[in-house]
Every structure is written in C-alpha cells, then in structure tokens.
C-alpha cells in the first residue's frame, strides 16, 4: 500500500507502535474494538482502497486518541501532529470505552469525579449518539458517581475542598439523574410513536357487520351515502337507508328505495 507523503500521523504513530514492541494488529486489538487492525494500517499508510482505487483517508479525535493511548504515545503530542483537537472530555470519553472505569482504577489513582464530568459533558455536545449508546455511557456514569461518592474527602483534607468537592459531586448528580429521567422518556415516547405507528397502519379489526356489508359502525352518517341515491335525502335517512340493506353495501334493495323507484316511475309514466 501506498505511503502519502503528505500525512505526518502514519510515520509517527508507526514509530510509536515500533518503539512499544507491538505489531498493527495487537496495537488495534489494544483500543478494545474503537480502532480495526484495516483501519490501523490505514492510518499508517494514509490511504484506503476504494473501488480498486487508493484514495486519502480522513480521520476523527476520538480515534488518534484511542490509537495513540495503544502504544503508549502522548495524546496531546498525537493531536497536534494529526492536526486535531479535542476537549478533555472526549479524551476521558476514550479512555472509559478503551479500559473501563475498574481496570483504569487499578493502573492509577483515578480522580473520579473528573471522569464523571467528563462523561457528562461528552454526553451534552454529542445529541446525535444512537440511543444504545447513551444508555451505556449512563451506566458507565453510575459507576463514576458511586466511585465518587466513595472517594469523597473528609474534613480532614480540610473544610474548603470538602465542601468544594460535595458541591460539585451533587451538581453532578443532578445533571445524571436528569440526564436518566429524559433517557428514559425519550424510549418510552418512541415506544408510543411506534405502537400508534402500527396501531395507525392496521386499524382494528373489522366487525362481523362490516364483514359482510352491513353498517359502517366507524363511520358518520354522510360516510354512508349512496352514490345512485338522490342527493335530497337527508343524513338520517340515508343512515336508514343503508342500515336496511340498501346498494352500497351490496345488501339489495330496500323498502324505502324500491318505494321511492315506482313513484318516480309513476310519475314518469304519467300516472296519478
């Protein structure tokens, strides 16, 4: 493959690959699934086959930073050679889906109220995340919050950073549970837009009646108007009409119509 000569990221991060001792498919294995081992050697190279074709590839924050934490290169470094930038937040975003928060635990002292108002605000700039997605950034939230909880200093780190610390720990609390409560209005809403959907495109069932031809139960009274009846009968006799088994339903003649056809023959015959 093709090596572009304009793309700085590919021979630094294959540097930084080499200098951990590992090969593309273990560095990608190490993003726990955010970088392929296609798109690492994509990124090294610069370039992609499309069509036959090799063409520039593109690429985002989120996945220099997940590349650059594999090998051990300094994100911020990775950045600026990338030509990007990104929010602490979306690095502690990262860092989450690559680790997790109790493997991140045991490899340093995590400040996990920091994590937590990371994910948060990850979550507020990013409206266009599928819901399964946010459901599990949520939950990953819920750990952070009761590691915070756990880790929240006492009085004896002094009153000042304890009640700086609590403050900030219950704004944040707020913001999750908010955060959960619409979550979970948003799935119920489309759970009721697809149900009226379905309920909307079938329609219940019909009648015995309305099986074979008599009554249009769900209908009002000028839905029921015969197209051969005259125009001057008024809407209750219509209904009448058509409930005795007149010719819109396929029921025959009725009563009232077989009277109403001999008057007017009559009366075009002359008679009196």
């Known amino acids: 493959m093709t090596k572009r000569e304009d793309w700085p990221l590919g021979p630094a991060l294959r ?10 498919r273990k560095a990608a294995e190490r993003t726990n699934g955010l970088v392929s081992s296609g798109r690492w050697y994509q990124l090294e190279s610069g370039v992609q086959k499309a069509k ?11 996945t220099v930073i997940a590349a650059a934490l594999a090998v051990g290169w300094d994100v911020d470094e990775a950045l600026r050679v990338a030509g990007l930038v990104a929010t602490e937040s979306v690095v502690r975003v990262v860092e989450t889906k690559m680790y997790g928060p109790d493997v991140r635990a045991d490899t340093e002292e995590a400040n996990w109220i920091l994590y937590l108002e990371a994910l948060l605000d990850y ?7 599928p819901s399964s997605e946010v459901a599990t950034l949520l939950l990953e939230c819920e750990f952070l919050a009761k590691r915070a909880m756990e880790h929240q200093p006492g009085l004896d780190a002094g009153i000042d950073e304890s009640i700086e610390y609590s403050s900030l ?3 944040l609390l707020t913001q999750l549970r908010d955060k959960q409560r619409t979550h979970r209005y948003g799935e119920k809403e489309n759970s009721n837009d697809l149900t009226t959907q379905a309920t909307t495109t079938s ?3 019909p009648t015995e009646g309305e099986k074979n031809g008599a009554g249009n139960p769900r209908g009002k009274a000028e839905d029921l108007i ?5 125009s001057d009968v008024d809407a209750t006799t219509q209904s009448d009409y058509d409930l005795a088994g007149g010719w819109r339903r396929g029921g025959g003649e009725s009563e009232t119509r077989r009277i109403r056809r001999e008057q007017d023959e009559a009366a075009e015959r002359g008679d009196s």
């Open 123 to 129: 979550i507020d700039h990013h409206s266009e995340l």
């Open 203 to 205: 329609g219940p069932p």
């Open 15 to 24: 540097a930084a690959r080499e200098r951990a001792g590992l090969s593309a």
């Open 169 to 171: 720990l219950n704004t």
């Open 226 to 230: 015969d197209p051969d009846q005259p």
């Open 52 to 62: 036959g074709q090799e063409v520039p590839i593109g690429t985002t924050p989120e």
